[in-house]
């Protein structure tokens, strides 16, 4: 009787250091920041300093009332997106955040700090370009669609979104109590139903990282009429980008 106790309680305990792994390192596991690529030709660094953090953004200049935010995924470079979006939107201007921690920003990031950078620079372009088109892929998704519900966005595209990272770590860790863990959760379909701009939701048909159900998740909390979806055949969540489509679906409806 005695052993089947300390089993027991070694299993408890060995549960509780899992628990606590978790929590501790969770950022780790959302997070992959990337140092970026060095200065881009026929481009500009804008520097936001936020909270005492300095904030990067690659910025390719164009005069005009359109524009885009683009906030990338979250191991990625947004410095390397730059060449398609200039061939879907010619004449926007064009600019890539550096979540912090990402490509020589400051900081370290949290779903706190990405959120209010990116509406920090949305007021900032809209100043000068108030026509404005949000896109996001992957993680950068959850950070688009908190910009469009809070801002008179022109646009909103989505690339492999999800409904909520909280939801996606609730099915990969169905044993552990996530949601009392969990401090970036990026509930994007509780912020879905305040986007009033023009939606587009690009979805992988071989999309391996975010369940084809999560998107369409998402996708329900739209308001009527606002959000399409729109699937790329024979691509993963990291080739998405590669299809011969891609470009003509990002530039559609500008």
Known sequence: ????????????VLYALVCLGLYVFQRSLIYFPQPGSGPVPGTTTLTLTLEGQRV???????AGAAAVLYFGGNAEDVSASLPELMAAFPDHAIYLLHYRGYGGSSGSPSEKALVADALALAEQVQAQHPELTVIGRSLGSGVAVRVAAARPVARLVLVTPYDSVQGLAVQQFPYVPVRWLLIDTFESSRHAP??????????AEHDEVIPRASTEALYARFRPGVATLHVIPQTGHNTISASPDYIGLLAAGR
């Not at 009787?1 to 408890?12: E, K, N, P, Q």
């Not at 305040?194 to 979805?203: H, K, N, S």
């Open 1 to 12: 009787m005695r052993g089947l106790i300390v089993i027991a309680a070694l299993i408890v």
């Open 194 to 203: 305040q986007v009033t701009a023009p939606t587009l939701l690009l979805v």
């Open 56 to 62: 990067l953004v690659t910025v390719r200049p164009h």
